[in-house]
């Protein structure tokens, strides 16, 4: 299998990806869900990292000089990263991530772990993007701090839907801020690759839930 489709096999079997129904926080109605808050193990964190890394090489084999984990969720994946891209390919590469509340004592500041010099360009860390109100957040962050660049956004899953506007809200970070924007698989492919078949002697995708899948995609999907 490819390492696409080993993670999406890995998400099933964390319980992380599930079918059924559900509720988003913008109020749609689902037919799956992806809760990274079901990782709770050392060896779920370290394949984790080897996902995130896979796709890391992948897209961006130079020109990274840091990798950010927004807290919270942010901060075990950039972490689970940066340790597999050292293990795997040999990359030592600095990690940071940002307080929510700024220290006013000691060093002070909001960041914690490297910290990002003028030039430096940054990779942000991320689970699942829905509003996209994080992401938005860290690159102002990372303008307060000086001359630097966040280039790339790696996420586990694209969940391809619309933002705030006819497009995808990945799209309106690419288009908005001029970053690239990697997932390691799309609801797509995660379609295409469990519809019909079984993972552990269970079918999760089966031609009902593949029309629900589509239907829900069909209304909540880009427009442009």
């Known amino acids: 299998m490819t390492y696409k489709e080993e993670f999406i096999t890995f998400m099933v079997r964390a319980g992380v990806l599930t079918f059924g ?3 988003t926080k913008s109020g749609r109605k689902t037919p799956y869900f992806i809760n990274t808050g079901n990782y709770k193990t050392g060896a779920q964190a370290a394949q984790l990292g080897d996902y995130y890394a896979a ?3 992948e897209h961006l084999p130079d020109g990274v000089d840091c990798l950010f984990g927004p807290a919270y969720k942010g901060i075990p994946l950039a972490v689970a990263a ?3 891209l050292y293990r795997n390919y040999g990359r030592d590469l600095p990690y940071c991530f940002n307080r929510k509340e700024a220290k006013d004592h000691g060093e002070g500041g909001s960041m914690v772990g490297y910290k990002p ?3 430096d360009r940054v990779v942000i860390v991320e689970d699942v993007v829905t509003a996209g109100t994080a992401v938005r957040e860290s690159l ?3 303008q307060a701090l000086g001359d630097l660049k966040v280039t790339a956004l790696i ?3 694209d969940r391809m839907e619309r933002g705030t506007r006819d497009c995808s809200t990945l799209d309106e970070l690419r288009a908005d ?3 690239a924007v990697y997932p390691i698989v799309t609801v797509r492919e995660i379609l295409a690759f469990l519809h019909n078949r079984e993972i552990d002697g269970r079918v999760y995708i089966d031609n009902a839930m593949k029309a629900r899948m589509e239907a829900y995609l069909a209304e909540y999907g880009p427009r442009a």
Do not use: E, P
């Open 155 to 157: 996420v586990s899953v």
């Open 82 to 84: 940066a340790s597999s």
């Open 140 to 142: 102002a962050l990372f």
């Open 117 to 119: 010099q003028d030039g």
């Open 55 to 57: 796709c890391i090489q």
């Open 21 to 23: 129904d559900f509720v």
């Open 177 to 179: 801020h001029g970053i």
